[in-house]
Every structure is written in C-alpha cells, then in structure tokens.
C-alpha cells in the first residue's frame, strides 16, 4: 500500500454518540445538489417520450466505447490469467445446457434503452439475455480487468470474473447504456470460479437494483433475470455442505461499470501501465463526465465530482439503513451508483454493528457503523492512483479527499431532518432517538415510519399507537424514556409551526414503508427456486412504490424473528 495513504487519510470524524461515532454527524446542513449527469437518467422514471420510441429484439443495435477507444487484451484464447496493458478481454457467454425462461424483468428499464416492454416476453429475449444467443445486431462481448482493495488489503487483479458486458444500447433519449450479464459464464479473470451465479444472489441483485432505484438512491438497474434451467454448486456458508441450486443469469444496466479498482489496477502496477491511468481519465470524463471536457484542472474536477457522489450516496444508504457488506473498492462505481448487490442487508432491530456478511463477522468491517468511514477510505485509495498516475499532486488531492467528511455531513443531517420532520438537523434528537432505538433494538425502518404519527399537540409523556405497534409494544419500563424524548421532540415541533399536513407529507416522503427486507426475499427465493415466479413479482410490485401504504402488504413490513438470523439477516458472499 503506498506510504502516501497515511497522509491522504489523515482526516477523521467527531463522534457524537458513544453508539453511532462515524455514522451520525454534527451541524444542521442544506441539502447539496448534484450536478445532472448521463447516470441519472436510469435515475428517473420512463417518460411518455421513451414509451413511444421502442424497438424490437431484431432492431436493436450495440456498441461499445469501452472496447473501440480503449486498450484491449490482444489474447483472445478464454484462459484465467493476469492481464496487463488491457481494461478488458473479449469473452463470450456459454450457452446453458437448458432452455432458458425469464423470471422477471423490468419495463421501465427496457423503455430506457429503447427496447419495448412486450419484447421480454418473447423465449428470444431469454435466450438472448442468458446468453445463449448474441444480440442480433451486436458487438464483440467482454469482461473488465480491474483490482481492488479487499477487506482494506491490495488484492491485485481481479476483474469481471463473471460477468460479461454484451455493449451499449443508446436509448431514446441519445444516451448509451452499458448492458451486462452476470452469471453468463467463464472470463480470463474468473480465477477459480465458474463464472456462473445462482437463483438465489440473482433474485437478491435484481429485487435491490429496482427497488433502491424507487427508493431514489443512485444505482445500476436491472433489466432482466432469467433462469438458465442449469444447477449450479454452490457452498453457501463455506462451511463445507455444498450443494447444487438452480443458476440464473441478470442483465445489468449503467451508462458505465468503471469501479475505483480500475484506477487502481495500472496505478498499483505502475511502470508502464501507468500512463492507462490517464488514458481511462480521459475516457471517463469524455463519456460519463463531458463537462469537464476542455478544463484546465479537468482530474481535479473529476475527483473532486467522483468523492461528492460517493459521500451523498454513502449517506444516503445511511439514511434508510441499508448495509452494502462488501464496500471494497472494486464495488466502488465511478459515477456514485450503489453496485455489486451481494450480501447486502437493510437494518432491521438497530444494530450499528449490523453487516449481514458472514464473511465479515470477525473484522466487521462493513458494517452500518463504519460505512461512511469506508467511503472515505476508498475515496482516499482512489485519489492515490490519481497521484500515481501523474494526474493530481499530492496537495491538491488531499483537499478534495478531505471535503468528503463535510459532504457526508450536508448530505446526512438534511435527509435526517426530513426523517424528523424538522426545518433543520437537531443533533440532540437525533442522537436521543437513534441511542433509544439501539437500546430497544427498534425495527429501523418502522420506528422511523411511525414518526409521523407524532403530533405536536399529544398529552405529554404518550407514546403514539402507530409508534408503539413499530416497537412491538414498548415494556412499561420503557416508556418513560421514550415519552421523554418525545416530550423534546413535540417542543421542538411546536417551536417549528409547521402544519400537521406539511411535516408528515415531508416525513412519509422521506422514511419508506417498505424495503427489501432478507426474511420477505427468502420466502421469494424459495419460490422461486421451486419454480415459481409469482412471489418475486409481488414484491417487486410493492417495492416499486415504496413510500406507499399499500393495502394487503403487511407482510414486507415486518421484520425477522428474533432468533432468525443465519441465511435471513446474515448471508455469505457465495453467488
């Protein structure tokens, strides 16, 4: 790890709770705007324009800036091995051994690169998006080279060792969209995988990629997941009872899958391989980041744009508990999305010490607590092969780096206030509530739903009903702790003015109802694993329209046994 690291990293947090440290900070803050860019348009829903201007399988064409302008592995034998001088081999992917059939897939992501809903339908377009078949007018298929850091340490080249990028569909709205198959197969960099993935991690990829979407945070979609009809072995806890499950392929969707690590790669090899570093800058802000085209300190402004995306979509994972689990910086995007759905997991009986990967149970690393730090940390490994790479001096990424640990905050304290129905982020409630939610063990998601019962005008000391029912039924021990709080928090709203119709408006547009709870997307891959899709449909339908109380859905809302933990709240990277 370069000597520099210490250096870039030397900014640290103020904790404010004995509890939360890193994940909770300080002074009220407005909410920064980003500026618009091409990833945001899978950010928005499919407009009437877009629903009109759709094609067929047949019609639709691919291409690919990646492999045209950028260097590519001249070995064109599908053989694992370290590849230099190159950000992608080309790869194919291998046919199933069965006919394929599309579980689930999304309309609005197929109205977005142009292709028409009712084309998802047609056993062509499973065949197509399994890879059994080449998209009619295509281009060469490939695999990213990358490394990246892992549970903090280098761990060298590792790449798409699984999943293959068919191109670039440009959508109606002239903008390309990367499209890419997970589980579709061997790559030079699949190691000693076989390139494939299960039902299981692909309904898990597929649910999360549409519904943090519809939760408004920045993320790659999901067009499509298709079941290949093939078994696949798998261990799932690595503990040795390893068994086949059925295999299943998704098509992802982002303007582009350039993660830190591909930075990182040439930078960390260094000699020559380290002009690729400037080579893949130039790439990026020609494609993805084309305002900065023509800038005097266009790398700074680069990074700098790279480290604001990375601290709002931290925070904003905050915000609605969600628990990436494997923050390493090859699942690190270029553009700010929330990528690599693994064994991800959104806070359920509040734990900052929640990570739901089994893998990271004795370092907990990832866990909710530490992501913000996370952010930081791969902000700072990203600014080192800038450094690395001859593009940035030392000084001046230092400074960028270092205005993550504001952001984060602007970014966190405003969703926060929304949350609470406040003009401004009041620390002391905010802290007091999450300290009692951790002392309750209070369900995340619910607790923060319920806060919009609170009126300004309750008998002092009373815990609302719907608050109450999201607790679980408060001990009368309890209750004099949290009528305490509330007492503040009700004086504050008062002190505030706003109407009752405002503030809980506000609040229900800011804590969603539903999520995509483990315990619920186990019941749907159980289904789904027998062979029937209807489970995954329903809770897509839900999912879609998560600030919603939705009649007949209860039960996405509730939250896992107690004393049901592994396979539900706890998961392993096996995939």
Wanted: hydrophobic share 35%.
């Amino acid at each position: 790890m370069p000597s520099r690291l210490a250096q870039l990293f030397r900014k640290s947090y103020i904790p404010h709770s004995p509890i939360l440290r890193q994940a909770f900070l300080s002074s009220p803050r407005r909410l920064i705007r980003m500026p618009m860019a091409h990833s945001q348009a899978l950010q928005t829903a499919a407009s009437p324009d877009l629903r009109t201007s759709t094609r067929s399988l047949e019609d639709l064409q691919l291409e690919s800036s990646f492999t045209s302008e950028l260097p590519g592995d001249p070995i064109l034998k599908n053989r694992r091995r370290q590849v230099e001088g190159a950000f992608y081999s080309y790869a194919s992917p291998t046919a199933t051994n069965t006919e394929p059939s599309t579980v689930a897939f999304s309309p609005e992501v197929a109205q977005i690169i142009g292709l028409d809903p009712e084309e998802c339908r047609r056993p062509e377009f499973a065949a197509i998006f399994s890879g059994n078949a080449p998209v009619p007018q295509g281009v060469r298929p490939y695999a990213q080279n990358y490394g990246g850091h892992q549970f903090g340490m280098w761990a060298g080249q590792l790449g798409d060792g699984r999943a293959i990028s068919l191109g670039q569909a440009v959508g109606p709205d002239g903008l390309p969209y990367e499209l890419q198959l997970k589980g579709a197969g061997e790559t030079p960099y699949s190691r000693m995988a076989d390139g494939r993935a299960v039902m299981r991690s692909s309904v898990r990829e597929f649910v999360a990629s549409e519904a943090m979407h519809h939760l408004g945070i920045p993320t790659t979609r999901a067009l499509s997941l298709v079941g290949t009809g093939d078994k696949v072995l798998r261990d799932m806890f690595y503990n040795g009872n390893a068994k086949y499950e059925p295999g299943a392929v998704v098509c992802r969707v982002s303007p582009s899958f350039v993660r830190f690590g591909t930075f990182q790669l040439p930078a960390m090899r260094g000699g020559d391989q380290l002009p690729l570093v400037r080579t893949l800058a130039d790439y990026v802000i020609r494609h993805l980041y084309p305002h900065l085209e023509g800038k005097a300190d266009n790398y700074a402004e680069l990074l700098r744009e790279v480290v604001r995306r990375t601290a709002s979509l931290v925070a904003q994972w905050q915000a609605v508990g969600f628990v990436h689990g494997v923050g390493n910086t090859d699942n690190f995007s270029i553009l700010g999305e929330t990528i690599d759905y693994g064994p991800y997991g959104f806070l359920e009986r509040f734990d900052p010490d929640f990570t739901p990967n089994t893998t990271d149970l004795s370092g907990r690393r990832y866990t909710y607590r530490n992501q913000t730090m996370i952010g930081h940390w791969n902000s700072a490994q990203l600014a080192n092969a800038f450094i690395t790479g001859g593009l940035l001096d030392q000084a001046t990424a230092q400074e960028i780096v270092d205005s993550y640990a504001d952001i984060m905050t602007e970014q966190y304290t405003s969703r926060m206030a929304r949350k609470l129905g406040l003009r401004e982020y009041r620390k002391e409630l905010a802290v007091g509530l999450i300290t009692l939610m951790y002392e309750d063990k209070a369900d995340f998601t619910n607790t923060f739903r319920a806060m919009a019962a609170v009126s300004a005008d309750d008998e002092p000391s009373t815990v609302p009903a719907a608050l109450d029912e999201a607790l679980e039924g408060l001990p009368a021990e309890r209750q004099g702790a949290w009528g305490k709080w509330l007492d503040e928090y009700r004086a504050q709203l008062r002190a505030e003015g706003r109407s009752a119709e405002e503030r809980q408006r506000e609040q229900n547009s800011a804590n969603p109802c539903y999520v995509p709870r483990n315990q619920v997307m186990q019941e749907a891959i159980r289904e789904a694993e027998a062979g029937n899709f209807q489970e995954v449909k329903d809770l897509m339908q839900v999912l879609e329209r998560p600030f919603d109380e939705q009649p007949g859905a209860e039960k996405y809302r509730v939250a896992a046994p107690r004393e049901v933990r592994m396979g539900v709240e706890l998961l392993s990277c096996s995939s």
